[in-house]
């Protein structure tokens, strides 16, 4: 089935045409700065050059109509797009699973907005202009919070007043669901019956770990919102909660200006003072900055810290999996981090883990006690899945 892939944001809409079948990506890119001046599609065609198309783009509205002209440019009409699937980044309480598009399952994206309103509004104003303008194409609903859903009460609730908590529907929801039930998939299939009790590492400039028993998730290190967890580029992670108070009463912050300070100017960023990459903070630890050297020390020492808790959450673990672009691209990253757990009996081949590919493999040692892996995230694979399963039925 060819499905095209839609992750909308509040000034951006990525997307992807790709076959699940065959898994071939036929054209991707990234509308960018809708809404905003000097908006432009950056896209490639069948894995060639990066092209770039300076045009005004001041709504979802035209971007999507750029997107369908580009992709008829590159040989498919709208007769051989056979599903959309939408990334919605908060599904709330009404999706367990992926979902067909109808007006009510649009109506839970608007619902529970709320909780995500940067992402949420967008996406669903995506979903209803993709329903009206190509009615013959199924559209699905793939949430990013669904493989969290059903993570046990102990682990999901906040020790707050019930009636609050209940009220305004506060609980663990998690994020980045669909790349570590991707990630889940493709260790069972590399390693069938020797994987029960998972870490998988969600590391980039927003990083998670999930607790994976046998393809159920046990636990996720972020919580309400996306803020919560590991140290992340611009993102503190978990704090004490009375920061927030201390800051607005003794800072003087509004209660915006922490959150846009949790948010965007903390982090790796915060405590480097240099950059939210990684590479350029290994870069200038390396040449001796001792604050790019605290950024990343405090970055192994918390993301081992929540590993250890996410194998606590499943009474153990066998086997840990990294991701996303350190955790794909870093071999001192994976290799500073597997240290911080050596006492567990994590042992990676410093040869293996120095190799670049693009398949997942296997990087620990013959006698290491957890296996450890490098598995290569593809959410729009694991969406694309979701709609084939959904409209096929
Ligand atoms: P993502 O959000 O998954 O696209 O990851 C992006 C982040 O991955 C970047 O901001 C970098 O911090 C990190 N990254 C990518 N490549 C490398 C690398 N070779 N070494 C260290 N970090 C990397």
């Given at each position: 089935?060819?499905?095209?892939?839609?992750?909308?944001?509040?000034?951006?809409?990525?997307?992807?045409?790709?076959?699940?079948?065959?898994?071939?990506?036929?054209?991707?890119?990234?509308?960018?700065?809708?809404?905003?001046?000097?908006?432009?599609?950056?896209?490639?065609?069948?894995?060639?050059?990066?092209?770039?198309?300076?045009?005004?783009?001041?709504?979802h509205?035209?971007a999507?109509?750029?997107?369908?002209?580009?992709?008829?440019?590159?040989?498919?009409?709208?007769?051989?797009?056979?599903?959309?699937?939408?990334?919605?980044?908060?599904?709330?309480?009404?999706?367990?699973?992926?979902?067909?598009?109808?007006?009510?399952?649009?109506?839970?994206?608007?619902?529970?907005?709320?909780?995500?309103?940067?992402?949420?509004?967008?996406?669903?104003?995506?979903?209803?202009?993709?329903?009206?303008?190509?009615?013959?194409?199924?559209?699905?609903?793939v949430?990013?919070?669904?493989?969290?859903?059903?993570?046990?009460?102990?682990?999901?609730?906040?020790?707050?007043?019930?009636?609050?908590?209940?009220?305004?529907?506060?609980?663990?929801?998690?994020?980045h669901?669909?790349?570590?039930?991707?990630?889940?998939?493709?260790?069972?299939?590399?390693?069938?019956?020797?994987?029960?009790?998972?870490?998988?590492?969600?590391?980039?400039?927003?990083?998670?770990?999930?607790?994976?028993?046998?393809?159920?998730?046990?636990?996720?290190?972020?919580?309400?919102?996306?803020?919560?967890?590991?140290?992340?580029g611009?993102?503190?992670?978990?704090?004490?909660?009375?920061?927030?108070?201390?800051?607005?009463?003794?800072?003087?912050?509004?209660?915006?200006?922490?959150?846009?300070?949790?948010?965007?100017?903390?982090?790796?960023?915060?405590?480097?003072g240099v950059?939210?990459?990684?590479?350029?903070?290994?870069?200038?630890?390396?040449?001796?900055?001792?604050?790019?050297?605290?950024?990343?020390?405090?970055?192994?020492?918390?993301?081992?810290?929540?590993?250890?808790?996410?194998?606590?959450?499943?009474?153990?673990?066998?086997?840990?999996?990294?991701?996303?672009?350190?955790?794909?691209?870093?071999?001192?990253?994976?290799?500073?981090?597997?240290?911080?757990?050596?006492w567990?009996?994590?042992?990676?081949?410093?040869?293996?883990?120095?190799?670049?590919?693009?398949?997942?493999?296997?990087?620990?040692?013959?006698?290491?006690?957890?296996?450890?892996?490098?598995?290569?995230?593809?959410?729009?694979?694991?969406?694309?899945?979701?709609?084939?399963?959904?409209?096929?039925?």
């Amino acid at each position: 089935m060819n499905v095209l892939v839609i992750n909308a944001g509040s000034s951006s809409l990525k997307y992807q045409l790709l076959n699940t079948e065959t898994r071939e990506v036929f054209t991707k890119g990234n509308c960018e700065r809708i809404g905003i001046d000097g908006s432009f599609i950056g896209y490639t065609v069948r894995g060639g050059e990066k092209q770039k198309l300076e045009v005004a783009l001041p709504d979802h509205k035209t971007a999507i109509k750029h997107v369908f002209q580009l992709l008829e440019e590159a040989g498919f009409d709208q007769s051989k797009i056979e599903g959309i699937g939408h990334r919605v980044v908060q599904g709330g309480w009404y999706f367990p699973e992926s979902k067909v598009v109808t007006d009510e399952t649009l109506g839970w994206v608007r619902e529970v907005a709320p909780l995500a309103p940067l992402h949420n509004y967008a996406e669903a104003d995506v979903i209803e202009i993709c329903r009206d303008m190509f009615p013959s194409i199924g559209n699905v609903i793939v949430a990013d919070t669904s493989f969290h859903y059903n993570i046990p009460e102990k682990a999901h609730r906040y020790a707050l007043p019930r009636d609050v908590v209940d009220k305004l529907h506060i609980r663990k929801y998690g994020a980045h669901g669909t790349s570590h039930r991707y990630i889940w998939k493709t260790t069972k299939e590399l390693l069938g019956d020797d994987v029960h009790k998972l870490v998988s590492c969600h590391l980039g400039s927003g990083a998670s770990l999930s607790a994976i028993q046998d393809g159920h998730d046990m636990d996720t290190t972020m919580g309400l919102t996306p803020l919560d967890g590991l140290i992340m580029g611009t993102r503190c992670g978990t704090i004490d909660p009375a920061t927030v108070c201390y800051l607005v009463r003794e800072g003087g912050y509004t209660i915006d200006e922490v959150d846009t300070m949790m948010n965007k100017q903390s982090g790796i960023l915060a405590i480097s003072g240099v950059s939210s990459d990684t590479r350029d903070v290994e870069e200038r630890a390396q040449k001796g900055d001792a604050h790019c050297q605290m950024a990343l020390d405090m970055f192994f020492y918390r993301t081992s810290q929540l590993i250890a808790e996410m194998a606590q959450s499943m009474h153990g673990f066998d086997t840990m999996a990294f991701s996303a672009g350190i955790g794909e691209n870093s071999d001192t990253f994976r290799s500073a981090i597997c240290k911080e757990l050596a006492w567990f009996g994590v042992k990676i081949d410093e040869e293996k883990n120095s190799v670049r590919s693009d398949d997942p493999r296997v990087i620990s040692t013959e006698d290491s006690k957890i296996k450890v892996l490098v598995v290569p995230t593809n959410e729009e694979l694991m969406i694309a899945l979701d709609v084939q399963e959904l409209l096929s039925k």
